[in-house]
């Protein structure tokens, strides 16, 4: 508890003083964000440590308007840009789609401008506008060091075009998006829990078979996930039974997976008992719903 309220009321401080500099200081905002910026990484580790969610949930909007005043005194800090939209992207997926698709669209958006943002500025001119053989070209010259901001721009991009899917523009972006997470699965699949594999678990089981999607396909993606994740990130249990086992009309294998989650504990791994405790809840509503979906 004494960690949770330094990280909802020392937020809010940090974000007072940080709006208090004077505009013209330049060099004195600089500073200020940079040493702030260290301390934001150990705030972000306490709150991943959390299971308490009402406390995460009413501190993030200060944490976010803090990190938003930091970009805004260091447009371009790469490291700061990610940062900020793994912010946007984590609260909208964990407090607000289920209950507000109109305002996680737009935490979404802030989120997929702030990643893209942050592939500019290692180098990477135009992500969204530019010709796709220039797209893929580009791509496939960065590196294993360029893999968080492919993976993080690459999430967050692919979040807000599933809250789009009514725009043609938003849909042809997806090709990109799609390239993206299979570039970071050539560099390094192991990355955040196997995320890349749980990505293109989803959207090959989310496409109509037409489409290209396929079912066998998601669910080597989904088990890849949890063995790269050591079975200790939950949700890609949860991903594996909502999108894979409901798709493949299997009620046993929906069933045990999701209580394999409930079954382990938040906290199997410290940094990850934010999300797990998510991976808790979410588990626990899809059982609840299980006789609608079998």
Same mark, same amino acid.
């Given at each position: 508890?004494? /960690?949770?309220?330094? %990280? ?56 976010? @308007?803090? /990190?938003?005043? @930091? ?19 984590? %609260? ?30 290692? #180098? ?18 960065? #590196? ?34 799609? =390239? ?18 749980? %990505? ?9 078979? /037409?489409?290209? #999607? ?19 990130? =939950? ?26 989650? =409930? ?17 808790? /809840? ?13």
């Amino acid at each position: 508890m004494i /960690i949770g309220r330094f %990280f909802k009321y020392n937020l809010m401080l940090l974000l007072l003083l940080l709006l208090c500099l004077p505009m013209s200081c330049a060099t004195s905002k600089t500073m200020t964000v940079g040493a702030t910026a260290s301390l934001l990484d150990d705030v972000a580790q306490s709150a991943y440590r959390q299971s308490d969610l009402r406390l995460i949930r009413e501190g993030m909007p200060a944490y976010l @308007m803090l /990190i938003g005043g @930091m970009v805004e005194a260091v447009p371009d800090n790469e490291r700061l840009l990610i940062t900020a939209a793994q912010a946007y992207a984590s %609260f909208a997926s964990a407090f607000v789609q289920e209950e507000d698709q109109e305002y996680a669209r737009a935490l979404y958006a802030k989120a997929r401008n702030y990643a893209l943002s942050a592939l500019q500025q290692i #180098g990477f001119k135009n992500p969204i506008a530019s010709e796709f053989d220039s797209f893929e070209k580009t791509l496939h010259a960065l #590196g294993k060091k360029d893999v968080p901001y492919i993976f993080w721009a690459a999430s967050c991009w692919g979040n807000w075009i599933s809250l789009n899917q009514r725009s043609m523009e938003a849909l042809a972006e997806l090709p990109r998006v799609e =390239l993206m997470m299979k570039r970071v699965l050539e560099l390094d699949e192991g990355f955040y829990y196997g995320g890349a594999h749980i %990505f293109m678990g989803v959207l090959e089981a989310s496409r109509p078979k /037409i489409a290209g #999607g396929d079912l066998n396909k998601a669910q080597n993606h989904f088990l890849k996930a949890i063995e790269l994740g050591k079975g200790k990130f =939950l949700m890609s249990r949860v991903y594996y039974a909502d999108y894979y086992a409901r798709k493949a009309f299997d009620r046993k294998l929906f069933i045990s997976t999701l209580q394999e989650v =409930l079954d382990t504990p938040a906290d199997i791994e410290p940094d990850l008992t934010l999300l797990n405790t998510v991976a808790h /809840i979410k588990a626990q509503k899809l059982l609840n719903n299980v006789d609608e979906y079998f």
